[in-house]
């Protein structure tokens, strides 16, 4: 038996946000194997060094880059499903447009299709101002601030700690010209969503402090019968590590079809 033989039958494609890792995805990458099924990450383009990296990114190389992975990984598994946070979900759609016949289920969690959060500052839409000025738009830097998406105090705190330390698990900041790419790729995401042959879930936060549940509404309305929404109650934007991860863990093995019972689940958090 060679190893493509071997390998188990199947996958599920993990992909981060903007400026993050595979701890975008909380302990989801450690629920799938314990599921049984054989779990991949990727680092997308511009995301293994500093956020200066960002700079010469485009919206492209994210989105080939998605595709090309889910090609190479389809290609070794009979199913293979993909979950993604935030810009990945973003990205993942995008890319699965491209792809006639897959083989697995989508997961979509918190999609900004709209960057419309409750912590969204009014000033935001001068930004498309600033993209006209180069310069600017390549030297502003957008950092990540309190909450940092999180509900949880405990959480928020340790996050906070790890941006104070410098630890390697997200950029600090990104620079508003990939901003602009972000604003590129969720055009192009509210086009077309009736090319999604994948039976999705979307997983968002009613409180969500970057994207509200608009978003999801609208990926529902425009995927048809393709999609479903799940509502979390606890949480702000980053639901696989907030009050609600246990939750998100559960919703997203029911829907792949996967044994739930692996998620050890914890006593209500409160954020």
Same mark, same amino acid.
């Given at each position: 038996?060679?190893?493509?033989?071997?390998?188990?039958?199947?996958?599920?494609?993990? $992909?981060?946000?903007?400026? #993050?890792?595979?701890?975008?995805?909380?302990?989801?990458?450690?629920?799938?194997?314990?599921? #049984?099924?054989?779990?991949?990450?990727?680092?997308?383009?511009?995301?293994?060094?500093?956020?200066?990296?960002?700079?010469?990114?485009?919206?492209?190389?994210?989105?080939?880059? $998605?595709?090309?992975?889910?090609?190479?990984?389809?290609?070794?598994?009979?199913?293979?499903?993909?979950?993604?946070?935030?810009?990945?979900?973003?990205?993942?759609?995008?890319?699965?447009?491209?792809?006639?016949?897959?083989?697995?289920?989508?997961?979509?969690?918190?999609?900004?299709?709209?960057?419309?959060?409750?912590?969204?500052?009014?000033?935001?839409? !001068?930004?498309?101002?600033?993209?006209?000025?180069?310069?600017?738009?390549?030297?502003?830097?957008?950092?990540?601030?309190?909450?940092? #998406?999180?509900?949880?105090?405990?959480?928020?705190?340790? $996050?906070?700690?790890? !941006?104070?330390?410098?630890?390697?698990?997200?950029?600090?900041?990104?620079?508003?010209?990939?901003?602009?790419?972000?604003?590129?790729?969720?055009?192009?995401?509210?086009?077309?969503?009736?090319?999604?042959?994948?039976?999705?879930?979307?997983? +968002?936060?009613?409180?969500?402090?970057?994207?509200?549940?608009?978003?999801?509404? !609208?990926?529902?309305?425009?995927?048809?019968?393709?999609?479903?929404?799940?509502?979390?109650?606890?949480?702000? +934007?980053?639901?696989?590590?907030?009050?609600?991860?246990?939750?998100?863990?559960?919703?997203?093995?029911?829907?792949?079809?996967?044994?739930?019972?692996?998620?050890?689940?914890?006593?209500?958090?409160?954020?």
């Amino acid at each position: 038996m060679d190893a493509t033989e071997a390998r188990n039958p199947v996958g599920v494609l993990l $992909v981060h946000g903007l400026g #993050g890792t595979q701890y975008d995805l909380g302990s989801l990458h450690k629920i799938l194997k314990r599921a #049984g099924v054989e779990a991949h990450t990727l680092t997308l383009p511009g995301h293994s060094g500093k956020p200066e990296d960002l700079l010469d990114v485009r919206a492209e190389d994210w989105v080939d880059t $998605v595709e090309a992975r889910y090609r190479e990984l389809a290609a070794q598994h009979e199913t293979l499903h993909v979950v993604a946070m935030c810009l990945g979900s973003l990205i993942s759609v995008e890319a699965l447009k491209r792809i006639a016949q897959p083989s697995g289920k989508l997961v979509l969690l918190a999609p900004p299709v709209f960057l419309d959060g409750w912590a969204t500052p009014w000033y935001w839409i !001068f930004r498309h101002i600033v993209y006209r000025i180069p310069y600017f738009a390549r030297g502003m830097k957008i950092a990540e601030e309190e909450p940092f #998406g999180v509900k949880n105090d405990l959480v928020r705190s340790i $996050v906070k700690a790890k !941006f104070e330390r410098g630890d390697d698990f997200h950029y600090p900041w990104v620079p508003l010209a990939c901003i602009k790419q972000v604003d590129r790729l969720r055009r192009w995401v509210a086009r077309g969503l009736d090319a999604i042959r994948s039976p999705t879930l979307i997983i +968002h936060a009613r409180e969500d402090d970057l994207t509200s549940p608009r978003s999801a509404e !609208f990926l529902v309305r425009e995927m048809g019968g393709m999609a479903r929404m799940v509502l979390l109650e606890n949480s702000y +934007h980053m639901i696989c590590v907030d009050n609600d991860r246990d939750q998100v863990a559960i919703e997203m093995l029911r829907h792949l079809d996967l044994d739930a019972s692996v998620v050890k689940v914890r006593s209500r958090a409160r954020g």
